[in-house]
């Protein structure tokens, strides 16, 4: 898909070029979709626990249960981009996710909420899955880890500058505006995606049905989940937390965290595909657990935000990693259902870190939560490492 330009300082002169139009409109478009998102993580748990009086365990149901949808939908979603395009799921997606955020507005009570996160789970799958399916078809060859780096700079300026949107629009007009701003986010990137072409390729007559669940995707999308899980939790709890601690600005935690990743990920754009995935993510994952527990043990702003920003390492690297080990060994017409299976770990993550760590808090507080979720992390790196190791062992035998 990506055509030939004039290459960029120490490149082949024959190397397809990344920043395509397509690419650009691709990452505008998840640009608006992941702010709005970002606007809506700490939102969401605010929302529940203060306008609608949930407790500990509500709100870990409320904020996981956008997941528990997208978990079953993701593979249909990725076999379904694979055979019918990859843009339809983009656009429907985003116009769903912005329908859906509306209408928490007028939202009368909890069980009303978790019903519109639900919805919300749809449209994360359709939309999710169709653009790391179309970002895989736009990546040159032996560049899928730096497109995914580049590329996911979209998800994390949008995780570093929706909080400080919601937080504004919730100072402004109460949680009505803050819901509509996350929706006017959510239709630009609808229309944004109008302007992405159709980049999956069409499927031989006779080509054998891909499985739902690509195997795969199912070792690297366990690691995967170790550490999203984690993050997740984390990023459920963190503005409670934060003014547990007294910590008013909650939302320039999540400032650093995504600019720490942008920047991390521009700088070592090219890393994931220079080094064994399973490498770089087992060190990615320790970095996750070292930082969530810092922040567990230091019940203050200093540790907050150190361990915040050494979380955001190790998450800059974690599914460039992971991605990287599935997308450079599936064929183009399976990249849909292998990024619905990886996809399926994220869906687990997102779902089950909040509702793990919001039992773990109703019981032992905080704090706790967040060090389950640190060895959670941990586990996840001693596993990379263990294949790490059993991959050296047959390279010296080869």
Do not use: C
């Not at 999203?228 to 937390?241: K, P, S």
């Amino acid at each position: 898909m990506a055509g030939s330009g004039v290459p960029a300082t120490g490149e082949l002169e024959d190397e397809p070029r990344l920043f395509t139009p397509a690419f650009i409109a691709l990452s505008l478009a998840e640009f608006a979709y992941f702010t709005a998102g970002g606007l809506e993580i700490p939102l969401a748990p605010l929302f529940a626990a203060k306008a609608l009086a949930a407790d500990e365990v509500g709100v870990g149901i409320a904020v996981g249960a956008l997941a528990l949808t997208a978990l079953f939908l993701r593979p249909l979603a990725g076999r379904t981009s694979d055979r019918r395009g990859r843009r339809p799921l983009l656009i429907g997606g985003a116009l769903l996710y912005a329908a859906a955020t509306a209408a928490h507005a007028i939202a009368p009570d909890l069980t009303v909420m978790i019903g519109l996160r639900l919805v919300l789970g749809v449209a994360e799958a359709f939309f999710f899955v169709a653009g790391f399916a179309a970002l895989a078809d736009l990546a040159p060859p032996g560049r899928t880890g730096e497109a995914l780096s580049i590329n996911s700079l979209s998800l994390y300026l949008g995780v570093a500058v929706g909080p400080l949107i919601g937080q504004s629009l919730l100072g402004i007009g109460g949680f009505t505006l803050a819901w509509l701003g996350a929706a006017a986010l959510a239709l630009l990137a609808a229309v944004i995606a109008t302007r992405i072409p159709e980049t999956a390729r069409p499927i031989e007559t006779g080509a054998p049905v891909v499985p739902l669940i690509h195997r795969a995707a199912i070792g690297p999308g366990l690691a995967l989940l170790s550490g999203i899980a984690a993050m997740a939790g984390f990023f459920a709890f963190v503005a409670l937390y934060a003014e547990d601690i007294g910590v008013a600005d909650w939302s320039l935690v999540m400032l650093e965290f995504g600019l720490i990743v942008v920047g991390t990920r521009l700088l070592f754009a090219k890393l994931p595909d220079r080094v064994r995935p399973f490498r770089l993510g087992g060190a990615a994952l320790a970095l996750t657990a070292v930082g969530i527990a810092i922040v567990a043990v230091l019940p203050n702003a200093a540790g907050l935000f150190v361990g915040s920003g050494i979380l955001a390492l190790g998450v800059a690297f974690t599914t460039p990693a992971f991605f990287s080990a599935v997308m450079s060994r599936v064929a183009p017409h399976e990249r849909g259902a292998a990024a619905g299976t990886m996809t399926v770990a994220i869906d687990l993550a997102f779902g089950g870190g909040p509702m793990v760590f919001g039992f773990v808090a109703s019981v032992a507080g905080i704090p706790a939560a967040f060090l389950t979720g640190s060895t959670v992390a941990l586990a996840g790196a001693v596993g990379s490492m263990l294949v790490v190791r059993r991959g050296d062992r047959r390279d010296a035998g080869a």
